[in-house]
T-cell receptor
Framework: GAVVSQHPSWVICKSGTSVKIECRSLDFQATTMFWYRQFPKQSLMLMATSNEGSKATYEQGVEKDKFLINHASLTLSTLTVTSAHPEDSSFYIC????????????FGPGTRLTVL | QQQVKQSPQSLIVQKGGISIINCAYENTAFDYFPWYQQFPGKGPALLIAIRPDVSEKKEGRFTISFNKSAKQFSLHIMDSQPGDSATYFCAASSQAGTALIFGKGTTLSVSS
C-alpha cells in the first residue's frame, strides 16, 4: 500500500511553453499533498502545500503564478509550470499525506523536466 | 530554528559493516522524524520513522536511535549491503501532517 504515482516521469519542452505534472495517490485518499523541487545532489526543497478543495500554500520565493497547483480530488494534485524557462529545469517530486492513525508522507517517483 | 542538520555528507562502508548517519534538530516542536532512502532518478522512499515517545525503533536491519534531550536522532544500518548504496535523508515535522524539513542528505556507498 501507500503508492504515489507521477506522470510524466520525464518531459522535455521548449522555452515559453507550459507543462503539467500529475501526482496521484493510488491506494489511499490524500487531503494534503506536497510539491518539492530537487537539484542534482541536493536535498528536497518544498515548493508548496496542496490541499484538496482549497488554494495551495506556497513557500517564500516560489512564484505562484508560475507554478500553478490544483488539488481537484482526494487522489490527484497537478503542478503546471507556466511559460517554462531553462532555469525551471529540475526534478519535481510530489508527496501525499496518508492519515491513518498517525500521518506519514509517501513520495512519488519524480518528474524530470528539461526546458530547452 | 527550522533546520535539520545531517552528517556526514558522504559515507563509505564495507559490506557487512554498520552505517551510521546522524541528524540534529533545533525546533523542540518537532514530533515526527522519518528517514528516507533515495536512489538516483527516483523519488524518496520512506524507510523508517520515529516519534519522541520512544528512544529506539528497529525494522529489520534499520534502527533509529532518538535522544530527545540532545535533540538528535540517528539511523543505523546493520550488515550494510551494496544494495543499500543510496542517498539517505533525515527529516522532521511538527504536528504530523505538516511539511517535512529535510536534512541535506548523506550519500552512502557500500563496497563489496
Amino acid at each position: 500500500g501507500a503508492v504515489v504515482s507521477q506522470h510524466p516521469s520525464w518531459v522535455i519542452c521548449k522555452s515559453g511553453t507550459s507543462v503539467k505534472i500529475e501526482c496521484r495517490s493510488l491506494d489511499f485518499q490524500a487531503t494534503t499533498m506536497f510539491w518539492y523541487r530537487q537539484f542534482p545532489k541536493q536535498s528536497l526543497m518544498l515548493m508548496a502545500t496542496s490541499n484538496e478543495g482549497s488554494k495551495a500554500t506556497y513557500e517564500q520565493g516560489v512564484e505562484k503564478d508560475k507554478f500553478l497547483i490544483n488539488h481537484a480530488s482526494l487522489t490527484l494534485s497537478t503542478l503546471t509550470v507556466t511559460s517554462a524557462h531553462p532555469e525551471d529545469s529540475s526534478f519535481y517530486i510530489c508527496s501525499a499525506l496518508r492519515e491513518m492513525g498517525y500521518n506519514e508522507q509517501f513520495f512519488g517517483p519524480g518528474t524530470r523536466l528539461t526546458v530547452l | 530554528q527550522q533546520q535539520v542538520k545531517q552528517s556526514p555528507q558522504s559515507l563509505i562502508v564495507q559490506k557487512g559493516g554498520i552505517s551510521i548517519i546522524n541528524c540534529a534538530y533545533e525546533n523542540t516542536a518537532f514530533d515526527y522524524f522519518p528517514w528516507y532512502q533515495q536512489f538516483p532518478g527516483k523519488g524518496p522512499a520512506l524507510l523508517i520513522a520515529i516519534r519522541p515517545d520512544v528512544s529506539e525503533k528497529k525494522e529489520g536491519r534499520f534502527t533509529i536511535s532518538f535522544n530527545k534531550s540532545a535533540k538528535q536522532f540517528s539511523l543505523h544500518i546493520m550488515d550494510s549491503q551494496p544494495g543499500d548504496s543510496a542517498t539517505y535523508f533525515c527529516a522532521a515535522s511538527s504536528q504530523a501532517g505538516t511539511a517535512l524539513i529535510f536534512g541535506k542528505g548523506t550519500t552512502l556507498s557500500v563496497s563489496s
